[in-house]
């Protein structure tokens, strides 16, 4: 149960588009499209943005899309705005029947 | 609208127990599993344990494994994590979570349990 790899930081200026990755492995990513990604404001609870890689929940802009190829799956945010600062986490299902987060990145707006 | 409210937290020492509780409102509660995730202080999120909505189906966390049990009681809209054996690396938040399309749709507000002697 490794956790899945994120870049510790990315950042951006209002605007502009970032993408985060997300890093597994077969047994989890690359196995199944149950990938799902978070958004964390420090001191709040965190909120579900994107599920089976690519899906938005009602409610959540249609500036934050997800993808994946084999192992790797992204996280895209578009016109990026100050409001968008917070960690981000992805998780995923895995074949041991478990589900296993990222390390986290923290999103900084320039 | 969707409601977890968790309780139960505090401080106890290495080697003994508590039993945190999260009751669910707002949706038909026998519809969907449950998550339990915890935040250590200063480290990410991670996955703890998990329900299916008729307790036929539970998996936990390697290092809480024959440690923890999570539960549910129908007649209450509730979800436990009874924790036994606790450890000091135990310190965190614990959300529970409404399992919905193999990812955890809503949260609770979160309880802290610390582990200290």
């Known amino acids: 149960q490794s956790a899945l790899t994120q870049p510790a930081s990315v950042s951006g200026s209002p605007g502009q588009s970032i993408t985060i990755s997300c890093t597994g492995t077969r047994s989890d990513i690359g196995g199944y499209n149950y990938l799902s990604w978070y958004q964390h404001h420090p001191g709040k609870v965190p909120k579900l943005m994107i599920y089976e890689v690519s899906n938005r929940p009602s409610g959540v802009s249609s500036r934050f899309s997800g993808s994946k190829s084999g192992n790797t799956a992204s996280l895209t945010i578009s016109g990026l705005q100050a409001e968008d600062e917070a960690d981000y986490y992805c998780t995923s299902y895995t074949t041991s029947g478990t589900w296993v987060f990222g390390t986290g990145t923290k999103v900084t707006v320039l | 609208q969707v409601q977890l409210v968790e309780s139960g937290g505090g401080v106890v020492q290495p080697g003994g127990s508590l039993r945190i509780s999260c009751a669910a409102s707002g949706y038909t509660f026998t519809d969907h599993g449950m998550h339990w995730v915890r935040q250590a202080p200063g480290t990410g999120l991670e996955w703890v344990a998990f329900?299916?909505?008729?307790?036929?189906?539970?998996n936990y966390l390697d290092s809480v494994k024959g440690r923890f049990t999570i539960s549910r009681d129908t007649s209450k809209n509730t979800v436990y994590l009874q924790m036994n054996s606790l450890r000091s690396d135990d310190t965190a938040v614990y959300y529970c979570?409404?399992?919905?399309?193999?990812?955890?749709?809503?949260w609770g507000q979160g309880t802290l349990v610390t582990v200290s002697s």
């Open positions: 979570t409404k399992a919905e399309w193999f990812a955890f749709a809503y």
């Open positions: 329900i299916n909505f008729d307790e036929t189906k539970k």
